[in-house]
């Protein structure tokens, strides 16, 4: 259940992410999906301030967004650079496979990421989708998915 649903302000929201932001550098923002025309996904918050595209990742588990944004986020903390194509082995060594894209416009999924971090009157705040069509699973298996 998201936060708000459950009964915390979007001021509290908004303070909670700025918070993390400015302890860790970064974190990550996950919005449930609403079926396959809407999916859910995860993306950064705060990778702009290093003048860097946000990141976002289309999943169905908040952890597995999560566990997917993390290395090429703590990447750009230390100074790290990724652009479209750029080769993702490191992070994401085989069997996995992973792509960066350009993400054509962060307004419609960045929400929260463009009201915090956005100059007024500028355009959206650059992101890039984590695509990631052959992994192996992040998380252990769940009972009973054997």
């Known amino acids: 259940m998201c936060e708000i649903c459950g009964g915390v302000t979007a ?3 908004l303070s909670s992410i700025e918070s993390s932001v400015q302890t860790y550098g970064w974190t990550s923002l996950f919005v449930e999906g609403d079926g396959e025309r809407n999916p859910a996904f995860g993306y950064t918050l705060g990778l702009s301030r290093y003048g860097h595209p946000e990141i976002i990742v289309f999943d ?3 952890e597995s967004a999560y566990l997917s944004l993390k290395p090429l986020a703590w990447a ?3 100074g790290e650079t990724f652009d479209e194509g750029d080769d ?3 992070f994401f060594p085989p069997p996995d496979q992973a792509e960066l894209l ?10 929260t990421a463009n009201t915090m971090f956005r100059a007024e009157g500028d355009p959206p705040l650059p992101a890039l989708r984590l695509v990631r069509p052959r992994r192996t699973p ?3 298996l769940r009972r009973g998915d054997r």
């Open 11 to 13: 001021p509290e929201v």
């Open 60 to 62: 169905p588990l908040p």
């Open 76 to 78: 750009v903390l230390q």
């Open 88 to 90: 993702l082995t490191a």
């Open 102 to 111: 350009h993400f054509p416009d962060s307004a419609t999924h960045l929400f």
């Open 138 to 140: 992040l998380l252990s």
